[in-house]
């Protein structure tokens, strides 16, 4: 039987007009501030993306576009002037940085309330001590994913291939966490036998940045299956998954495009309006 496709578009949809009616019920709109250094494609897309959706759901878009030779000095000056603005809610450093420049800096430097993307050493200190804080926006479209689909997580066996601190790790300790409660465990590139692990897990989750890894003789029928990866080939995207092949095994899976993407840009949204709220 083929598996039931997790349509993270439509879910992403849901979560905007929910957002929306927030913002709605807020009687301000709460300012998302991007700031893009230099000119990658992608990366120009994908702010671009992020502006749009905030617009559509009643926030304001600050956009700041730096020369990609800017000094680190300057760009943490601005930094701190969005820290200081009031009518910034949520900051975003759009990721990877030009060479030159430190992405760990310029992710330390935002306010943590105000870290829209939920990647500040507070708010991940937060998420390890299970305490409120805005959490990284992919993992926690993951979360969505799976609780608007109703999959137990509840002593379920979970394996993450992919130990990132944007998703693998960050998405280990929702998913084991209190009211969670999933058994996770996180392969990496130094893991041995990986396919044994994955054949045991009701939920696998590959987020490597490898084309079509994770194959169909690596999942146990009837686990749900989420695909974080985005990998660019010649003529279009694919994800960490054979997705056409896995299907045919797992009960639940998330396409690429149209699954987990749409789910991290949503959150942002989350993030801000959570932002908004508590200052
Ligand atoms: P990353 O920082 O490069 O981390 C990749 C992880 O995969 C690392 O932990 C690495 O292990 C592991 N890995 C690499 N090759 C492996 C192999 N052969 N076997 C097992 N593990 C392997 O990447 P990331 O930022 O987490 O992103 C992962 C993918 O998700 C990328 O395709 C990215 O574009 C995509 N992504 C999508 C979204 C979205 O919204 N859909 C958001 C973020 C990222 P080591 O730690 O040992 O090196």
Do not use: W
């Amino acid at each position: 039987m083929r598996a039931q496709i997790i349509d993270g578009k439509a879910v992403a949809a849901a979560v905007k007009v929910e957002v929306a009616s927030g913002v709605r019920a807020l009687r301000r709109s709460p300012g998302l501030a991007t700031v893009l250094v230099g000119d990658d494609p992608a990366s120009r897309v994908y702010v671009s993306g992020k502006r749009r959706d905030a617009e559509e759901v009643g926030m304001v878009s600050i956009h700041h576009q730096l020369p990609a030779d800017i000094s680190q000095e300057k760009l943490l000056e601005l930094i701190a002037a969005l820290n200081d603005d009031a009518k910034v809610d949520g900051i975003l450093v759009q990721l990877p940085l030009p060479n030159g420049l430190d992405p760990e800096a310029a992710v330390n430097a935002i306010e943590p309330g105000k870290d829209a993307d939920g990647l500040h050493p507070q708010n991940l200190g937060r998420l390890v001590l299970n305490q409120p804080g805005l959490r990284p926006c992919t993992p926690s479209g993951v979360m969505r994913l799976l609780d608007h689909y109703e999959v137990a997580t509840r002593g379920q066996r979970a394996v993450i291939v992919g130990r990132s601190f944007l998703v693998g790790r960050p998405l280990a300790l929702l998913l084991g966490a209190r009211g969670s409660d999933a058994t996770v465990t996180v392969a990496h590139s130094q893991t041995r036998e990986i396919a044994e692990l994955t054949r045991t897990a009701d939920i696998v989750v590959a987020a490597i940045g490898s084309p079509r890894f994770l194959t169909a003789e690596m999942i146990k029928p009837g686990a749900t299956v989420i695909d974080v990866g985005v990998n660019r080939l010649e003529d279009r995207l694919v994800g960490d998954v054979d997705f056409e092949a896995v299907a045919e095994v797992a009960s639940a899976i998330t396409p690429v495009p149209g699954g987990v993407g749409p789910m991290t840009r949503a959150m942002l949204l989350v993030n801000t309006l959570t932002a908004a709220r508590t200052r």
